[in-house]
């Protein structure tokens, strides 16, 4: 019998417990910041806004956002360990609650606490890995903290949009897209608060937290996700090909390298980034025009 238990933890308790947080390639892309979840958005923010703002001793606290969990895995590269939670359900408050902190961290100038916990060997340990130019997009940002007076009275986004690491085909990504709305957001409605960072963080005094289950020795298919979460998106036979020819060469090529962008890269990596962008515009030219204009009608 599968062993569940369960804890009540804050988003920095979720980090000192794994190495890295992964958004699966099953799930969907990151939904709250979409112009259709204003509602969902705008409330969720306010009672983090509420929780942040009420006295240490206030009986109302912590906020509870519910119930996360997923599986856990574990990888070894280099005689190194690397434990990972995927969530199953919890993606969307994990992300706001992510953006929430970095945004907290580069209003009050705390960027050495911040990148200390979320940020190692200069990828961010909270992994999107839905599509690669999202992957990329969180490895960034994690490492990115503009100078206050740089951004003066500009959007986040629009600062954001403007640097030179910032590729214009990510706007194309409905993750991005997304956390980047939600960064205009969480400017709007927590620009002028104070002790944001350390409020979020004091162990002592929790005040946004959720109920951790940990889904011990739990089997996880593509189906079981679509079931198990309504809101799961169903993959393409293709897509679905992708993602288990990614797993084929990490378990059976982990030491093959390929030259990427950046400099060798791992060639599950390299199979993930190409297959997005040069490759996906080499077939293109291929493509059956009717097919397309069915398939975004």
Do not use: C
Not at 248 to 271: H, I, M, Q, R
């Amino acid at each position: 019998m599968n062993q569940f238990t369960e804890s009540r933890l804050t988003f920095p308790n979720l980090f000192a417990r794994f190495d890295r947080v992964e958004i699966p390639i099953i799930q969907r892309d990151y939904a709250q910041g979409r112009a259709t979840a204003e509602d969902v958005r705008s409330g969720l923010l306010e009672a983090m806004l509420e929780a942040l703002e009420k006295a240490p001793d206030d009986n109302a606290l912590p906020l509870d956002l519910d119930f996360v969990y997923g599986s856990i895995s574990t990888s070894k590269e280099n005689n190194v360990e690397t434990v990972a939670f995927a969530p199953l359900d919890g993606q969307q408050r994990l992300t706001t609650l992510f953006l929430l902190h970095w945004f907290a961290a580069w209003s009050e100038g705390e960027f050495d606490k911040f990148q200390a916990l979320y940020l190692k060997d200069g990828k961010s340990r909270f992994a999107y890995l839905v599509r690669p130019s999202s992957t990329e997009f969180f490895d960034t940002l994690a490492g990115f903290f503009p100078d206050s007076e740089d951004v003066g009275e500009k959007m986040l986004s629009k600062h954001i949009e403007e640097q030179p690491w910032f590729f214009l085909y990510w706007k194309q990504d409905p993750t991005i897209q997304s956390a980047l709305v939600m960064l205009d957001s969480i400017q709007k409605r927590f620009g002028k608060a104070l002790g944001l960072y350390s409020k979020l963080t004091d162990p002592e005094v929790p005040r946004i937290t959720f109920q951790f289950l940990d889904l011990e020795q739990f089997g996880l298919s593509d189906d079981l996700y679509i079931k198990m979460n309504a809101r799961g998106k169903p993959l393409t036979a293709f897509e679905n090909f992708k993602a288990k020819l990614e797993q084929k060469l990490a378990s059976d090529f982990p030491n093959w390298k390929e030259k990427g962008d950046t400099g060798l890269v791992p060639v599950k990596d390299y199979f993930s980034h190409r297959i997005e962008t040069r490759w996906a515009d080499l077939f293109w030219h291929f493509r059956d025009p009717k097919a397309v204009f069915l398939m975004i009608r």
